[in-house]
Structures are given as C-alpha cells and as structure tokens.
C-alpha cells in the first residue's frame, strides 16, 4: 500500500518521523528572558554608541494567500487593522484564490466585508512561523448561519526536491460529513490496460506533500478533475458549495498541461503534514 503518514499534533521535533521533520512549520516563540539574554550580551561585545544597531529583528518571506469559499455572488474585501488597505484585497469573487501584497504581523486584525451585504468577520493574526511560509486563510460561510467563519493554514517553505504542497480543505456550507478526497494516477486511455493505477483517500483540512506528476481528483466517483502538479510549488484544493451554489472543487493555481506530459507508473507518495493554524478568530 502506499506510504500516508497522519497529521502530528503537540509532538516536539524528536518524536516526530524524519520524514516529516524537516517539513513541519513551527509557530515562533520568543521569550523575553531570552531577550534580556542577548542585550546583555551585546554591551560586553561593542561599545555602548553601537548598542542600537546589534540586534537586528529578522524578517521571513511571508506571503498571505487568500481564498473566497463564501457562497455568495457578491465579492469579499479584506482591510488591515480598520484602515489599512492590502493591494489585491478588494473584490475576491466566490471560488478565487489570491495573494495580497504586503506583511502581516502578530496582532494584525483583518477585517472582511461581503461587498452590498452587511456580513463581517475580524480575523486576528497570532503567531507566525519562524521560517518562510505561505500563509492561507480560507473566507468561508458558517453552516446554519450567514456569519463568516475562517480556516488558516502555512505552507512550509521548500526548495528542493521533486515534490509539490497541497492543502486539501472542506469549505463546503453544512459540510459536516465529510468524504475523502479520492487521488489517483491520471493515465490516458490508451495506456489503461498496460499501466497500473494507484489510489489514494486523502483527509480534508490537511497539507500534503505530493510527488510532481497529473493526477485525476474527485469527491464523487462520476466526477473526476485533471490535477497537474509541478514540483517546489503550493497548491489549495477547496471544497466549496452551497447557499444555492452546487458543489464543486476548486484547483488554486490551475497549471496548463504539458506538452508532453510522461505518465508515471506508480502513484506518488503522500506524506501528511502538520495542520499548521496560523492564527485564531474572534468576535463572530
């Protein structure tokens, strides 16, 4: 059978697997005893006049990814902290991902409006990872209820290797029985009586790292999506619908198909990471 490890939660970097070890984003702690510890340091180093310039913070490449799965024909917008506007973050239409401009700190509060409808939720920003991440945040519709809810997730930053990153997350409203998303090796027609196919049941709210290649995707068994894969990338596969939407499942980016695209022979190995939140919400 094929090689899925579950989601690890509060378990340290020892007790974790090597083969997730590396590519688990932790959140960032820094204590202030540790703080006073470097200060002090610094005056026995450099004289006093130099103080100011010894430690200097470090900033990650965090880039903030964000995904509408709330039904609704009106569009989202999102502000930073009341007033603050983040370029690309008006009119995000139902069933589209994008990336906004800008950083996000600790305590940011992002402020999100259904545009002509009075519908508002605050998204408040906790800790961030120590490392360069993409950090997702799904928009999306309380089941029984008009109010918004949210789901956040980081993507951990990876360079190397020959494999891609997917979040796989159920945004669909009342989606309280959630199936599993079914992965398969895509293989063209002519080849399906000479290759072998492998499948694999993935769990929602989860980041996955995937082996680049296509792949057939689908909740349902009649309904199959082409999902193409390029390696060191990170992709969102949402599940959205409802509120007089029909279910559906969104590919964030959609890749084009290669021109000669070569079939593999045997389906990727899945490795699960952690579901890393990001922040925490309030006020709804």
């Given at each position: 059978g094929l090689?899925?490890?579950p ?15 590396g ?14 510890q ?22 990650f490449n965090?880039?903030?990814l ?6 609704s ?8 902290n ?16 994008r990336y ?15 545009q002509?409808?009075e519908?508002?939720g605050t ?9 360069d991440?993409i ?16 789901q956040s ?8 290797g020959?494999e891609?990153q ?13 199936p599993?998303l079914t992965?398969?090796?895509h293989i063209?027609?002519k080849?399906?009586?000479?290759v072998?196919?492998?499948v694999?049941q ?7 790292s995937?082996?680049e ?6 909740i ?21 619908g ?5 279910e559906s499942?969104l590919?964030f ?9 070569p ?10 990471l952690?579901?890393?939140?990001f ?6």
């Amino acid at each position: 059978g094929l090689l899925l490890c579950p989601s690890i939660c509060c378990a340290s970097f020892d007790t974790m697997p090597a083969m997730v070890r590396g590519a688990i984003v932790a959140a960032a702690f820094l204590a202030a005893a540790e703080a006073t510890q470097v200060n002090l340091l610094s005056k026995n180093l450099r004289p006093a006049a130099a103080e100011d310039n010894l430690v200097e913070p470090i900033r990650f490449n965090q880039q903030l990814l964000i995904c509408n799965a709330y039904p609704s024909r009106e569009s989202v917008s999102v502000k930073k902290n009341s007033h603050e506007s983040l370029e690309g973050g008006d009119a995000i239409p139902f069933r589209q991902c994008r990336y906004l401009q800008g950083q996000v700190e600790k305590k940011d509060q992002l402020e999100f409006s259904v545009q002509d409808i009075e519908i508002h939720g605050t998204f408040e920003v906790g800790e961030l990872p120590s490392s360069d991440a993409i950090l997702l945040l799904v928009v999306e519709k309380r089941a029984h209820s008009p109010m918004v809810s949210f789901q956040s997730f980081a993507f951990p930053s990876s360079s190397e290797g020959k494999e891609a990153q997917i979040a796989v997350i159920n945004a669909l409203e009342g989606g309280s029985a959630v199936p599993k998303l079914t992965m398969e090796d895509h293989i063209e027609a002519k080849q399906e009586q000479t290759v072998s196919k492998r499948v694999e049941q993935l769990s929602f709210n989860r980041v996955y790292s995937v082996e680049e290649g296509s792949y057939d995707a689908s909740i349902a068994t009649d309904s199959k999506q082409v999902v193409r894969l390029a390696k060191n990338k990170n992709y969102v596969l949402l599940r959205t619908g409802g509120n007089g939407f029909d279910e559906s499942l969104l590919v964030f980016p959609s890749e084009a198909p290669p021109k000669a695209a070569p079939q593999h022979s045997v389906m990727a190995w899945f490795k699960g990471l952690v579901h890393t939140s990001f922040a925490r919400v309030f006020g709804q």
